[in-house]
């Protein structure tokens, strides 16, 4: 039971909805439920399709016996995350506290203490988060729509200077199943600070697609790397037409659970998850021994992963986390390097505020965790 989301204006000046709208107060209150809900057959498939760990999954008791540190968590996750500690592992990963909602209540406007009024939607170019169609919702009570384009709108009149930021849709529609209006926003606006997870910038997206054809040359060996190269196409340059939207292939059409997954391992890995998932497309693509013959290589990946069964699926996930040697420091290191060297967006600005003058103090649990993703 999938709807394909309708993207249209949204009055924001309506409250949020309450805490019962969200899949986390469902957790709470109606135990009967959420198991219809979350123990669907296409949940059970999505844990063996992505079990890439000898660790027992993520449940209660793991959850509330080991430290919620990224080295702790890291190959319990990637077993499986129980839906009951999912909110909560999600939220202390990025950092948000519960004095966070009071940074949703100054974004959004309040007459009182108002800083950033939120934007009205614009399906214009100028919109800095593409509403991609390709990510899948879960059908939600009446208001689901209504909360994401307003979390949207709130999150750009938060961060006026974010220019293009294509992850913000889907962290924010996938989250609001799980979590509550100001507890979404606040888990991206926390992302959104933190160097190089999310790209918010067409120049930090080319530095983005430089990096990962760095990994792809050094990760991918001679025989793959000469498997996807197209045919008729010169040896040097040709992974450009492979790595346009690269950070977008873990979610596009792929199955809810599947992303809600991915999720889960980028909220403890960070961006080298999408990195992992990015080249281990290529090697399996590589595997299946038909060499390219359209320009547009990557719409022949990404018809590729689309058309996964089960269990190529399940292969996709354990050759990405079986890839070696992927310090996020020297990701970043080459990411920030390749910043450098292109020039700066001319619609890049250093007018407006600064998206700290939302909140009064820093956030220590979110200094804390600034580092994961290592």
């Known amino acids: 039971l999938y709807l394909t989301a309708i ?16 899949f ?3 957790v709470r209150h109606n135990n009967d439920q959420v198991a219809a809900f979350a123990e669907s057959e296409q949940y059970a498939a999505s844990w063996r399709e992505t079990h890439c760990s000898n660790a027992p999954p993520l ?3 793991v959850w509330y016996r080991v430290p919620s540190t990224k080295k702790s968590l890291k190959d319990h996750v990637r077993s499986g995350v129980a839906p009951q500690v999912r909110k909560e592992l999600w939220l202390r990963m990025a950092g948000v506290e519960d004095d966070d909602s009071v940074l949703f209540a100054k974004a959004f406007g309040q007459p009182a203490d108002a800083v950033n009024q939120p934007k009205e939607l614009d399906l214009s170019c100028n919109w800095p ?20 384009t307003r979390v949207l709108g709130t999150l750009a009149g ?41 790209d918010q ?48 292939w873990a979610f596009h059409h792929q199955p809810f659970w599947i992303t809600v997954r991915v999720l889960d391992m980028f909220f403890v890995e960070g961006p080298k998850v999408l990195h992992r998932l ?21 719409e022949v990946v990404l018809c590729f992963l689309n058309g996964l069964l089960p269990e190529t699926r399940a292969k996709w996930f354990r050759t990405a986390f079986a890839i070696p040697h992927m310090p996020w420091a020297q990701i970043l290191r080459h990411w920030s390097s390749q910043l450098h060297a292109i020039p700066p967006d001319p619609e890049e600005s250093t007018d407006g505020p600064s998206p700290s003058s939302l909140s009064s103090r820093p956030s220590s649990s979110s200094s804390s965790l600034s580092g994961v993703g290592g």
């Open 158 to 198: 938060a961060h006026p200077r974010v220019l293009r930021c294509p992850l913000v849709p889907v962290l924010v529609r996938v989250g609001l199943h799980f979590l509550e209006e100001w507890e979404a926003f606040a888990l991206v606006d926390k992302l959104l600070r933190r160097r190089a997870w999310l």
């Open 24 to 26: 986390s107060a469902l």
């Open 129 to 148: 988060f593409e509403l991609s169609r390709s990510v899948p919702a879960l059908c939600m009570k009446p208001g689901f729509q209504e909360a994401f």
């Open 278 to 298: 990015g080249l281990a497309a290529l090697k399996l693509y590589a595997a299946c021994g038909g060499k390219v013959q359209s320009s547009k290589t990557e």
């Open 201 to 248: 910038s067409s120049r930090e997206m080319e530095a983005s697609r430089a990096t990962f054809k760095w990994l792809a040359s050094t990760k991918l060996s001679p025989m793959e790397l000469e498997q996807v190269r197209p045919s008729g196409v010169r040896q040097q340059g040709y992974l450009d037409s492979f790595v346009g939207l690269w950070y977008t």
């Open 59 to 61: 449940s209660e008791q």
């Open 7 to 22: 993207f249209m204006a949204a009055d924001l000046s309506r409250p949020p909805v309450a805490s019962m709208e969200s």
